[in-house]
């Protein structure tokens, strides 16, 4: 069964610092892989994902990912961080054949201090 | 486009009762799949509907039950609930089934006493 892992439960950074929170998975196959984040007593908004292609995936506001298959990781990254960027965020791992049944990681709560 | 709504967004039940949330997925999409999030556990797939069937279940007992209907609108039911029930559970649309980017409501905040 694919897996994910957070190692960052919590991290905080200053306004402007670059910004990388780290997601490395378990699956056997090249498995479709997401960020997603969530605010306080909000749902889950889709960041960006990887299918396949380009191992650089770009997302919504300002952030992107990179796949790297020889470390099972989809580090997500951020140059300049926002005050507004605070919020915990959860990587997932999508299976082939497996509808759009996701498994997600125990997330990591970002703190950005002014 | 509207969003996912779920209703109704924060219940209180007691041991013992059952409980019935919605979801009413976005216009055009026929695939919703349900979500339970606690901080002990994290966020755990429920199980999936696409037109109308079943298409995937997570790890989770028989209490737990879903079902679709014709206009995608979804239900989740929880029988006998247990202190443990407690939770926000998310619904999640997108247009088919099978990787696809999948809209999150904001989601049904259960509180078993």
């Known amino acids: 069964a694919q897996s994910v892992t957070q190692p960052d439960i919590h991290i905080t950074v200053s306004e402007g610092a670059s910004l990388e929170l780290r997601c490395n998975y378990s699956?056997?196959?090249?498995?479709?892989l997401f960020w997603y984040v969530q605010s306080p007593g909000q749902g889950l908004q889709l960041l960006l994902k990887y299918f396949s292609g380009d191992t650089l995936v770009q997302g919504i506001k300002g952030f992107e990912a990179e796949f790297k298959r020889s470390q099972s990781s989809f580090n997500l990254r951020k140059p300049s961080v926002h005050w507004s960027d605070a919020a915990e965020y959860f990587c997932a791992v999508g299976e082939h054949n497996a509808g759009n049944m996701l498994t997600f990681g125990g997330g990591t709560r970002l703190m950005v201090k002014p | 486009k509207a969003g996912v709504t779920q209703t109704p967004r924060y219940l209180i039940k007691t041991r013992g009762q059952q409980v019935t949330l919605s979801c009413s997925p976005i216009?055009?999409?026929?695939?919703v799949s349900w979500y339970q999030q606690t901080p002990g556990q994290g966020l755990q797939f429920l199980f999936e509907?696409?037109?109308?069937?079943?298409?995937n279940k997570g790890n989770f007992p028989g209490r737990f039950s879903g079902r679709q209907f014709s206009n995608s609108r979804s239900e989740m039911n929880v029988s006998t609930l247990e202190l443990g029930d407690s939770a926000l559970y998310l619904c999640a649309s997108s247009i088919s089934s099978g990787q696809e980017t999948q809209y999150f409501g904001p989601g049904t905040r259960l509180l078993v006493l």
């Open positions: 509907y696409f037109s109308e069937t079943q298409r």
């Open positions: 216009s055009g999409h026929r695939s």
């Open positions: 699956y056997g196959a090249t498995p479709y």
